[in-house]
């Protein structure tokens, strides 16, 4: 199972005990916003794409949407997102759980500029109702990121 994976990635980095569970969904924003009594731009939605063959994520303020034109211009290509049936299999969690931690091995993690207004985000840890509080530094450590990408529409400060 997905939340095991993440938790036990976790447990690796001494972290055992920060990934939260809940008793209600928190596979969209808003259900992880109200789960967590938190404002929605806080919660880190990761976003499945496909760059030629390339599986991509990329991390984004729950408040923000991708520019594509922003996005072709940084990937050379039209966003395309992956296919509900085939995220599961090709990044190694499934839709409403969809994390930066323990994916598939040739994954590609990117970090948006939009998270760099919190002190602290909410990334989904594997499952449609988990969630780990991480600052930035500890967000781009722990997801292996690839780098820090602009491709997001911009959004209103808080």
């Given at each position: ?17 920060a990934?939260?569970?809940?008793d ?63 995220v599961?299999s ?19 993690v ?12 909410f ?22 990121s690839?780098?820090?990408?602009d ?8």
């Amino acid at each position: 199972m997905s939340l095991e994976k993440v938790k036990k990635f976790f447990e690796s980095k001494g972290l055992e005990n920060a990934v939260m569970e809940f008793d209600v969904s928190s596979a969209t924003v808003e259900l992880a916003a109200k789960a967590l009594g938190c404002e929605e731009a806080r919660i880190a939605k990761t976003l499945s794409f496909r760059i030629d063959e390339q599986p991509v994520l990329i991390v984004t303020a729950g408040d923000v949407k991708i520019d594509n034109s922003k996005y072709k211009k940084l990937f050379h290509t039209k966003a395309k997102m992956l296919k509900f049936e085939e995220v599961e299999s090709v990044i190694g969690h499934g839709v409403g759980g969809v994390c930066p931690f323990a994916v598939n091995d040739g994954v590609k993690v990117y970090l948006d500029e939009s998270l760099k207004r919190f002190d602290t985000v909410f990334p989904a840890c594997g499952s449609s109702n988990s969630a780990i509080e991480l600052n930035i530094l500890d967000l781009e450590k722990y997801s292996g990121s690839d780098g820090w990408v602009d491709v997001c529409k911009t959004c209103v400060q808080p």
